[in-house]
């Protein structure tokens, strides 16, 4: 994976009992919040921590992938849509009005 | 409706207790994600972008009102309180907790029914006419047909890992598809021959997705008898031709398309002479069987009633008079209408209900409509069987739901995939678009203007929204990590089906309603009347009037 200038790499998961994304944080456990994700200079070492994660936290979480940040003020902020969506929940009403 | 026997109770008991034990040795271990991925997929479990997402069958489309109270009940216990109707007829739930599943399902097969191959490469639920058994113009009522593929389909041993998911739709109407049997891997089609006999006409390799396809016909005409063997050897040829090392070219329509329909066809009558007259030859005493749950209820004895009339009468009641034209269709019984309920109103993610709204529906459908209601792939609810006399009651109860929309094949009855708000697959979100053109075009005399236009959005390539098919089709795509969107013009899913064509550059979320409104306005002012569809428009002059006005800056 080429390194863009600026940007830092997280792991991210699903959490197995409800699917909820997790975030690998700096001391090896997960959090429910990108904010408190590690984030890593290289990719090649997020990689390596992913590959680890699946490993020996495979039944807390499942397919540990890493995604691309950005920090603001040291605090993991996702580029891609797809991430600050899955970050921050649905942008749209989760339940129809009664 | 089709009543389970012992062996389907037991079936379905059995297979979330199975489900349970899965689940068990999932959460404590024992088995991996890797392991466990394709027995909750062969059991409609997906995993979303924030939650699991469980997938129920809704088989043909049909629910009971106890049905429909039991969903209500799991969306309320299992759920945040909402349930999403799809784009195949099913309900899907977005937040449900893997180790409370079973237990779900245990509720389900209590009212009969199940999440079993909602999910994974076998034979999905069968979809079918959602005016099936009450249409005027049908020929015969599809559903018992829909039945018997549901229980042959069933965990069938040969055609459990498929080279991919394979799609069954039927409809029983000729000459008006409302089951889009050209868009599914096997299309079937209620025909009479020459000699006035009733079976079908069978349509192969349809198919949305990133390759699009219209299904081409293998047969002509199928004795009814004969529907299980063939479709069984399709299945068969599929099966061992498909391609399995490119899930891209695995569905059966690239399989029909590089082999040619004839060599297909060929392929299956070949095998096909082997088995037709073997154990899966239908008699008519086990049609008769099926056919018997699906037998007209007891209608009474009413006049059919002068429906104008009646709007008028309602002192001129402008929403119930639009309501009326737009949402309630002919009935083959006199005094009775079908009526559509609209899960497109504003602000309301299309196919979106709330437990509370599933209770209501359920009992409105008790007071009104024989207890049954049928899902659509249009993301509606309809109530099949309403007396004419009652529709100005229902209306008002439906309007109080938020369900009485007069929007039915209007534009903002789009149909659209959860798109990146929800699916781990998208590039793009699509409900803010359908919420969008909800708003924009929620003047329902503006909507009457343009007639019947279906705009339907998908959120990927993977075309959940069957954006192919729309005379409007939006598609999201992923431009450089930010999102963007397609117009495509000129799809129809019915008699004179067709697939859109993408009209240029990808437009922004800001821009693609304001597209699609130029398109219109251009389409209002080029048509010969205003009996001109779309369509039609679009047939007759081509891409370029559109174009252009898609892309002009400020049409005022």
Known sequence: MAKVKGTHHVVSASLTGTGAPAYLKSDGSWASTLSEAAPFHSPEEAEARAKTADRSDQRLVCDPYTFTVLLADGTPQPISERERIRAEGPSVRVRRPD | MYQYDTYDKTLVHQRAKQFGGQVERRLSGETTELEFKPLRLQNGLYMQLHAYMLRVAIPYGLLSSEQMRTLAHIARKYDRGYGHFTTRQNIQYNWPKLGEVPKLLEELADVEMQAIQTSGNCIRNTTSDPFAGVAPDELEDPRPYCELIRQWSTLHPEFAFLPRKFKIAVTGTPDHDRAAIRYHDIGIRIVNNDAGETGFQIWVGGGLGRTPFIASVVREFLPYEHLLSYLESILRVYNLHGRRDNKYKARIKILVSELGVEKFTEEVEADWQHFKEGAMKLTREEIDRVRKAFAPPDYEQLPDEDLRLQAQQLSGDRAYAQWLKNNVRSHKQPGYSIVVLSLKAKDTPPGDVSDTQMDAIADLSDKYSLGHIVVTHQQNLV????????????????????????????????????????????????????????????????????????????????????????????????????????????????????????????FSQDEVVDALENVLRKYVEVRLSEDETFIQCFRRLGMQPFKEAAYASDQG
């Open chain 2, 383 to 506: 109530f099949p069987d309403v007396r004419q006399k009652d529709l100005p009651e229902l209306y008002q109860a439906l309007a109080k739901l938020d369900m009485a929309t007069p929007n039915f094949e209007r534009v903002t009855d789009a149909i659209c995939c959860p798109g990146l708000d929800y699916c781990a697959l998208a590039n793009a979100r699509s409900i803010p678009v359908a919420l969008q053109i909800a708003e924009r075009f929620e003047n329902i005399d503006y909507q009457d203007d343009i007639g019947p236009c279906s705009v339907k959005i998908s959120g990927c390539i993977n075309a959940c929204g069957h954006h192919h098919v729309g005379n409007i089709g939006i598609l999201g795509i992923d431009k450089h990590g930010q999102e963007a969107y397609q117009l495509m013009l000129g799809g129809c899913e019915s008699d004179e089906a067709s697939l859109g064509k993408v009209i240029g550059p990808a």
